[in-house]
């Protein structure tokens, strides 16, 4: 059983920049493919971006590209979500999520079977 954890997340304005952070509790950490997605009122739930088990790889959504970076810490089995440049439309419940071994792109919700609880943003005009 895997357990995450996100926190961060709080109203913040346009143009400016949040940190959210996600603490899993899964011994296979080092090894995880780690995603963030995101749901707004009234949507479903979206990609944000993932990072691989070594941080050599990520991805993101177009719509975060250049304003979004994805990181992580391995010795401290955390995934970060760094925000800048923030705009109402990020307004959203964040989660992040574990991928499933071989997980073929990354950006499926039905590639990661666990999920953390979520963490409000709210980004005002």
Do not use: H
């Not at 954890?5 to 952070?21: C, D, M």
């Not at 995603?35 to 971006?49: C, I, L, T």
């Not at 691989?52 to 955390?78: L, P, Q």
Request: a negative charge; one cysteine or more.
């Amino acid at each position: 059983q895997v357990q995450l954890v996100e926190s961060g997340g709080r109203l913040a304005q346009a143009g400016g920049s949040l940190r959210l952070s996600c603490v899993s509790s899964g011994r296979t950490f080092s090894d995880d493919l780690m995603g963030w997605f995101r749901q707004a009122p009234g949507k479903g739930r979206e990609f944000v971006a993932f990072i691989n088990w070594d941080g050599t790889n990520t991805d993101y959504a177009e719509s975060v590209k250049g304003r979004f970076t994805i990181s992580r810490d391995n010795a401290k089995n955390i995934v970060y979500l760094q925000m800048n440049g923030l705009k109402p439309e990020d307004t959203a419940v964040y989660y992040c999520a574990r991928g499933v071994d071989g997980a073929p792109s990354g950006i499926e919700e039905s590639e990661y079977d666990y999920w953390g609880q979520g963490t409000q943003v709210t980004v005002s005009s």
